[in-house]
């Protein structure tokens, strides 16, 4: 079985800040892993995912993480916060030939002036 | 469509009725997935729909939960006699074939509260 699990539920960054969001995850086999984007009112978006290529993962709006196995990480960065970044966001794992995400709880970001 | 499209988006009723919830998968996709997002449990695999396989139900909370595919396209979420910790989002995603590293596209949700 394989499980996610995201630390801080709410992050404040100031706009400019880098950004920093803690994903770490469980799995007995090589895990898929993926970030998604939540915005108020509205369906997840993919921002990137991790599927066993290159560990250095970039996304969309600037966003990009980083696997690292003997850190069972998979952290995701943004080096300058902008206001539309705030939303809230998932680490999910995909692993052991399923089919099925298994998501962490969310961060929600918040980004101030 | 562009997109994964979900109705309705709000839907209100009251403990005991049923609900059918639909959800449109984008053109072409051939695996649809059911998640649920609520306070309580988070973001939860519901169901999942590859093809004209058997459909995975592992994610299923209780038999009053069920779905089905037509023509392997549309796909209906019922939930019978509804309880109020039946309150969420639920959200459908699809991809393309159902590979194990594909991304999934979700839609916008129905947000679902029984009184």
């Known amino acids: 079985a394989q499980s996610v699990t995201q630390l801080g539920s709410h992050v404040s960054v100031s706009e400019g800040a880098l950004v920093l969001l803690r994903c770490n995850y469980s799995?007995?086999?090589?895990?898929?892993l993926f970030w998604y984007v939540q915005y108020p009112n509205q369906g997840l978006q993919l921002l990137l995912k991790?599927?066993?290529?290159?560990?250095l993962v970039k996304g969309i709006n600037g966003f990009e993480a980083e696997f690292k196995k003997s850190e069972t990480s998979f952290h995701l960065t943004k080096p300058s916060a902008h206001m539309s970044d705030a939303a809230e966001y998932f680490c999910?794992?995909?692993?052991?030939?399923?089919?099925?995400?298994?998501f962490g709880t969310g961060t929600q970001l918040k980004v101030e002036l | 469509g562009a997109g994964v499209s979900q109705s309705p988006s709000n839907k209100v009723t009251e403990k005991g009725k049923d609900v059918e919830l639909r959800c449109d998968p984008i053109?072409?996709?051939?695996?649809l997935y059911w998640y649920r997002q609520s306070l309580g449990q988070g973001l939860e695999f519901l169901i999942y729909?590859?093809?004209?396989?058997?459909?995975?139900k592992s994610g299923l909370p209780s038999d009053r939960f069920s779905a089905e595919r037509t023509g392997g396209s549309v796909s209906t979420l019922t939930i019978q006699r509804t309880q109020q910790e039946d309150s969420a989002v639920y959200l459908c995603?699809?991809?393309?074939?159902?590979?194990?590293?594909?991304?999934?596209?979700f839609g916008p949700g129905t947000r679902l509260l029984v009184l």
């Open positions: 729909f590859q093809g004209n396989s058997a459909p995975d």
């Open positions: 053109s072409g996709h051939t695996a």
């Open positions: 991790y599927t066993s290529a290159a560990t």
């Open positions: 999910a794992v995909m692993a052991g030939g399923g089919n099925k995400l298994t």
């Open positions: 995603a699809s991809s393309l074939v159902g590979h194990f590293q594909e991304t999934q596209y």
């Open positions: 799995s007995s086999v090589p895990p898929y």
